[in-house]
């Protein structure tokens, strides 16, 4: 059963860190592109890092850039996403979703796979 499953939201304080698991069941990720997305409270869903198939390159966007970083372990078969320098506008639901590795992006209208989410509250 193909599956994504993120884990490892919470609750932190502003400045803090987290770390986003994005572990895969049922497909090989490094076979795929896998982006992270945010959903703010009232908000759209917005894409906010890419980490390509196969060689791995990443992009970001620009609210996050510098703050955020996306790995893959090919052994676990798991996405990561590392949340540094954290803000209350960084609150919301992050999504994982998967692309094939030949569409060589992860806009959200073309991504194939979607986890359910997990919640990051960044509040004092």
């Known amino acids: 059963q193909l599956q994504l499953v993120e884990s490892g939201g919470g609750l932190v304080q502003p400045g803090g860190s987290l770390r986003l698991s994005c572990a895969a069941s049922g497909i090989t990720l490094n076979y795929y592109n896998i982006g992270w997305f945010h959903q703010a409270p009232g908000k759209e869903r917005e894409g906010i890092s890419c980490?390509?198939?196969?060689?791995?390159?990443?992009n970001y966007a620009d609210s996050v850039k510098g703050r955020f970083t996306t790995s893959r372990d090919n052994a676990k078969n798991t996405v990561y996403l590392q949340m540094n320098s954290l803000k209350p506008e960084d609150t919301g639901i992050y999504y994982c979703?998967?692309?094939?590795?030949?569409?060589?992006?992860?806009?959200?209208?073309?991504?194939?796979?979607w986890g359910e989410g997990t919640l990051v509250t960044v509040s004092s």
């Open positions: 979703a998967a692309s094939l590795i030949t569409k060589r992006q992860c806009a959200g209208p073309i991504m194939d796979h």
């Open positions: 980490i390509l198939g196969g060689g791995g390159s990443t």
